[in-house]
Structure formats: C-alpha cells, structure tokens
C-alpha cells in the first residue's frame, strides 16, 4: 500500500495557462475524490468518481476545469485558462467504497500558484 | 446537506496540558464523523473515526473524540500534547445512506508551546 500519489507537487504558472494535475489512488480503490484547499481553510469538495464514472460535481468546479478518469484508476484534474483565484492545494483522495461510513485517504496535495 | 462547525480557529496550549478541540455538526440524517490532522505542507492524515457504537472513540498519537449525538458534537481530546501536535486539525462528516462526500469544517489551529 503506497498510499494516494499526486504530481507535480509543485506548480507555478502564468495566468492564462493550463495546468494539468495527477492522482494516483490507492490500489484497488473504487472511489476517487478531488478536494481544493485555500490558506486558512478546510478542503471544499470539487468533484468524485466511482471506477470511471464521474458521479458528482461541486459548482466550484467551474466550466474550466475538467476531470477524467478514464479507466478507473489514475485521474487527471485540468484547469484551463488559470487564474489568480485557482491558486490553492488540491487534494486527491481515494477510499474502497462498501457503503458503511468507508475512510478516505488523502494524497500530499498539489500546489498551485498562478501568477 | 451535512455542514460542520469547528468554534476555535486557534487553540494555544503549553506542552503536556490536556486539550480540547471542538466540533458541532449539522445533519437531517446519520451521519459518520471523523477527525484528520494536518502539518504543515502536507496532505491530511486520519486521526479517528466514528461509524457506530461506543461514543468515545480512540484514535493514533493519544488522541480521542466523543460522540454526543444529543448535542451534535464530536469533540477532540488529548489528557497531554507535545510540541509535535502542533498541526492543523479538521473535523469531517459524512452522511450515511446515499450521501458520498466528508464536508469539512474550516479547521482548528492547535499550537503547543514548551
């Protein structure tokens, strides 16, 4: 068990750029959750998958981004045309869904800051 | 909709004094309840879970929770902290039956003194 993997850790990016972050979950893991956490905050909620299927999204997650997990198990989080807003951790969690209260595993988190 | 509350955004304490970090929840169904730890620059770590049974749930490094279904709360505690406590902490709840995401509260900054 290697945990829940995110890259780049670190990212630094021009406003207007595109940025693309990814999560590695647990192995065997059913469900993969993305979360967005500024300074002096707790982790808000973004969007989750359960294998591939997309199930649910915040209305935070804005036009501009896009999540994808396409066969289940890794999962890609884009943010196009970035703004200074954008900046934040974002969390990657996983968690083997059996439907009693199952615990979610957090990544390291990714940064990001848009300059 | 689940919604929580942490009422201290900072707690101060000295090294090896007893803590207490408070959490109210909001829900119009059971709910499973949890508490993470954050240091600095890093992902959020489980501390303890409660799902069902015993209220007073233990959890890793001393730390426990009480659940208080009555007054829709589910403090933390530790009887003694060391300055390597020092961290954010968050309390979460899930909604049982159908409902698929932890809701966090905005967190409880616990800073150990010597």
């Known amino acids: 068990d290697t945990g829940v993997s995110q890259n780049p850790r670190h990212k630094i990016t021009k406003r207007g750029q595109n940025v693309t972050f990814r999560c590695d979950p647990i192995s065997e893991h059913n469900r993969l959750y993305w979360y967005r956490q500024t300074l002096g905050q707790g982790p808000e909620f973004l969007t989750y998958?359960?294998?591939?299927?997309?199930?649910?999204k915040s209305r935070l997650l804005s036009d501009r981004f896009s999540a994808e997990r396409p066969k289940g198990s890794f999962s890609t989080l884009e943010i196009q045309r970035t703004e200074q807003g954008d900046s934040a951790m974002y969390l990657c969690?996983?968690?083997?869904?059996?439907?009693?209260?199952?615990?979610?595993?957090f990544g390291e988190g990714s940064w990001l800051t848009v300059v | 909709a689940q919604s929580v509350t942490q009422l201290d955004s900072q707690v101060p304490v000295f090294e090896e004094a007893p803590v207490e970090l408070r959490c109210n929840y909001s829900s119009s169904v059971s709910v499973y309840l949890f508490w993470y730890v954050q240091y600095p620059n890093q992902g959020l770590q489980l501390l303890l879970k409660y799902l069902s049974g015993s209220t007073l749930v233990k959890g890793i490094n001393g730390f426990e929770a009480e659940f208080n279904k009555s007054q829709t709360s589910f403090h933390l505690r530790k009887p003694s902290v060391h300055i390597s406590d020092t961290a954010e902490y968050f309390c979460?709840?899930?909604?049982?039956?159908?409902?698929?995401?932890?809701?966090f509260g905005a967190g409880t900054r616990l800073a150990v003194h010597p």
């Open positions: 998958f359960q294998n591939e299927a997309q199930l649910e």
């Open positions: 969690a996983s968690s083997l869904f059996t439907g009693n209260g199952n615990t979610i595993y």
């Open positions: 979460a709840v899930i909604g049982s039956g159908g409902y698929n995401k932890l809701i």
